[in-house]
């Protein structure tokens, strides 16, 4: 019994002790030092490579799923403007959100299915700019040539 009214009172001691020096911490000491270099909005796009933005609207469909069907949007095939394939975007679609892609600047060939054909709308992406691709211009682009 004397053992365990030892722990108890050991107990009673370590932890105020423990709070107070936790409770305690000072944060560090971070002033500002005019001997270093400073980095301002500007610079800082300079370090980044010109970037624009595309937005799909690509056609949506039911998938049908265990419990539900839920709405979603059709993947996407990205080329640049020589035809060279460059990536697939939402080849396993979860929602009804549109296609984000952040990419250089340059002309894209975007192809999708939409009315059960695949079709494909030419863009362009400018730097520091926003390009939308609507779902109604994918139902009505040209269809692709099969080669």
């Not at 396993?92 to 079709?119: C, F, H, M, Q, T």
Request: with cysteine; aromatic share 8%.
């Amino acid at each position: 019994m004397p053992r365990r009214l030892q722990t108890i009172g050991t107990v009673l001691l370590v932890a105020p002790l423990l709070f107070l020096s936790t409770g305690c911490y000072s944060p560090l000491q971070v002033t500002w030092d005019d001997h270093q270099p400073v980095l301002s909005p500007q610079e800082s796009q300079r370090l980044l490579q010109p970037q624009g933005l595309l937005i799909v609207y690509s056609e949506r469909y039911d998938k049908p799923d265990e419990e539900s069907p839920i709405i979603v949007r059709r993947p996407i095939q990205l080329y640049n403007d020589k035809g060279q394939f460059l990536e697939e975007y939402n080849y396993n679609p979860v929602n009804d959100d549109p296609i984000s892609i952040a990419l250089p600047p340059g002309r894209y060939i975007v192809v999708s299915e939409a009315k059960w054909a695949s079709r494909r709308v030419q863009v362009e992406v400018k730097d520091a700019q926003t390009t939308v691709v609507p779902e109604s211009l994918i139902e009505h682009a040209p269809l692709v040539s099969s080669s």
